[in-house]
């Protein structure tokens, strides 16, 4: 391509509302443009990274027993009104009418389409299992659309769907698309982990992981150990029962005056004390039945885990009023000593090590101390309810927790058969009894992707592409057209390396040398071969970009330099 007539206008300067590098070089290199908030073109030097990492997503899916398809963007409301999502799924689902009145929706994600698919064309078992999946664009009302399109409201994404008559299957499916995973993101040069999730919203029971690019800018935070490759969502990272119980103290309970003392940080330091002494109370309502957790001072509940562990639907904090009326006494004072009868008391495992505990006494004003439990209050359960920190033991038993912030560029999901019984995708087993068809959903955010590969691969210049990736092998450069040599070597090179099948971008411009070498940074791509005042010696000057190397090689000995440095670029 030469770069003269190429429509990839640059800026020199960080623009305006770009906060994080991703952003700013993929808008500076011109790979995108802003259309609307959240919505963005991607103008050709993006749209070739996109269809590379699209190309690599499709190797893989494909390899992995998948078949392609493609579904609509525009899906018919009645379709999410028969999964129950229509409501669910709030105001990020985009709505509109045909010129009939009648309802739509634009496709946050496939599952629907999908199964009334599967279920008016599959019936028999003889069909399964199956696994489809398309590349296509997605629209979300993202409350806060950010980071370019880190975060957008129309993105493209890479759904698959897998259709299984039994467990065993959909594990099967679950596995080859982990790996599947694996191997894309490692191709696309990303530092990644695989993380053990949360189900949340989507529904299923199974198991689900999200693969997360390690990343500064990422709104996720990952726990994993430094001594074995455990890894989870801080959400969901398990904690071991690892206290022993404290002995009870010699004194006896006692209530203690502490006005307007409300918080952790109030109490610790009003009662100048140890945020691990205190006991730090907590009231749910589990699917409606209040539930008081209590947690040692210095850890924080986790409500995950606390739905997890009453196999609870539905948990909610209770507000102000729900705690006077439930406890009859304000937030801030409540305490599991002298509860009321109906609510159950359940103690995350450390509360075990605390010896002489500070808990509210249920009157306002009012704590405890010298707080012994088992002695003082009855524990219906101790179990795992607080969020790990960093420092804890790893689950595995292998090292200690560390946190690292992560990007979600990919989610694999065992749905089960919510959406299958939901729209009745039902299918006839050997003895010809109607079943429904176990499911699992699996997605990658492929523009989210190409943003995690610039925050992994840039420096304060600009782009660094992986191989793979990059837009286009070879930047070739005349430096200075208008000199015959140069320009004549320029021209010679660029049709030999085409023909040798490298993807050439040419810069055949009339712009000083510097103009084009700053360029040259900002686009990224691995190599650079700069025509220069050497060119009547046949000698060009290359430069890898990752490294900064730079070498003067003769174009007889060119073919063989470049293969010598393919190994090294990915
Ligand atoms: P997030 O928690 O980041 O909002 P999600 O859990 O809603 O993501 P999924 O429903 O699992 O996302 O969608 C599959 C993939 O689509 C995600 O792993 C992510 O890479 C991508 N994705 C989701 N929302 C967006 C968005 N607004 N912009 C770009 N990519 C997105
Ligand atoms: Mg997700």
Redesign the pocket.
């Known amino acids: 391509m030469r770069q003269q007539l190429f429509f990839s206008p640059t800026m020199r300067e960080v623009p305006q509302g770009a906060d994080i590098p991703s952003h700013q070089l993929m808008l500076r290199a011109g790979l995108i443009r802003q259309t609307a908030s959240?919505i963005y073109s991607y103008l050709p030097l993006g749209c070739k990274v996109l269809r590379k990492v699209e190309q690599i997503i499709r190797e893989e899916m494909d390899r992995a027993g998948g078949q392609e398809l493609l579904m609509p963007a525009i899906q018919p409301a009645e379709l999410w009104e028969e999964s129950g999502r229509l409501d669910d799924y709030g105001p990020?689902l985009m709505r509109l009418k045909d010129r009939h009145e009648r309802d739509f929706v634009l496709g946050?994600?496939h599952e629907e389409v999908i199964t009334s698919l599967v279920r008016d064309e599959v019936t028999s078992y003889k069909k399964l299992p199956m696994n489809l999946y398309q590349i296509q664009t997605?629209y979300?009302d993202?409350r806060r659309?950010r980071f370019g399109?880190?975060?957008?409201?129309?993105?493209?994404?890479k759904?698959a769907y897998s259709f299984d008559t039994d467990k065993d299957g959909l594990d099967k499916n679950y596995k080859a698309m982990y790996e599947a995973y694996t191997n894309i993101f490692k191709r696309c040069g990303l530092d990644f982990r695989a993380v053990k999730a949360d189900a949340?919203a989507?529904g299923g029971k199974g198991g689900t992981h999200?693969?997360m690019v390690l990343s500064d800018v990422g709104?996720?935070t990952i726990a994993y150990s430094d001594a074995s490759d455990y890894a989870a969502n801080i959400e969901i990272a398990d904690l071991p029962d690892m206290y022993e119980k404290a002995e009870a103290p010699f004194e006896n309970i006692q209530e203690i005056d502490t006005p307007e003392m409300k918080t952790i940080e109030d109490l610790t330091t009003g009662l100048n004390t140890k945020s691990s002494s205190l006991l730090k109370s907590v009231l749910f309502l589990v699917d409606e039945k209040p539930v008081l957790i209590v947690c040692r001072g210095d850890h924080e509940i986790n409500e995950i885990k606390v739905a997890n562990a009453f196999e609870a639907d539905n948990v909610a904090l209770a507000d102000e009023e729900d705690i006077r009326r439930i406890m009859g006494t304000e937030a801030g004072f409540i305490g599991p000593v002298n509860a009321p009868e109906e609510v159950t008391i359940a103690c995350d495992y450390a509360v075990k090590s605390v010896k002489e505990g500070i808990c509210g006494a249920n009157l306002v004003d009012k704590h405890y101390q010298n707080v012994h439990p088992d002695r003082d209050f009855k524990v219906e359960t101790y179990g795992d309810f607080r969020l790990v920190q960093e420092g804890d033991p790893s689950p595995d038993g292998k090292g200690t927790i560390q946190f690292a912030k992560g990007?979600?560029?990919?989610?694999v999901?065992k749905l089960g058969t919510k959406y299958s019984e939901a729209l009745s995708a039902v299918y006839l087993d050997e003895n010809g009894r109607s079943q429904p068809i176990i499911m699992g959903?699996y997605?990658?955010?492929?523009?989210?992707?190409i943003?995690a590969i610039v925050e992994q691969h840039h420096d304060d210049n600009g782009l660094i592409w992986p191989k793979a990736v990059a837009p286009f092998d070879l930047h070739l450069l005349v430096l200075n057209p208008k000199q015959e040599e140069q320009y004549e070597l320029g021209e010679a090179l660029y049709e030999k390396l085409k023909n040798e099948g490298y993807d050439v971008l040419y810069d055949d411009r009339k712009e000083r040398a510097g103009v084009k070498f700053k360029d040259s940074d900002l686009f990224g791509l691995p190599v650079r071969i700069a025509c220069g005042k050497k060119a009547g010696e046949g000698i060009v000057e290359v430069k890898t970009r990752r490294d900064g190397s730079m070498k003067e090689v003769h174009v007889d000995d060119l073919p063989s330099y470049l293969a010598s440095l393919e190994k090294e670029l990915f």
């Open positions: 959240g990020e946050a994600t997605k979300r993202e659309p399109v880190l975060r957008s409201r129309e993105f493209i994404m759904d949340g989507i999200e693969f709104e996720d990007i979600e560029v990919g989610h999901f959903c997605g990658i955010g492929v523009s989210r992707t943003a």
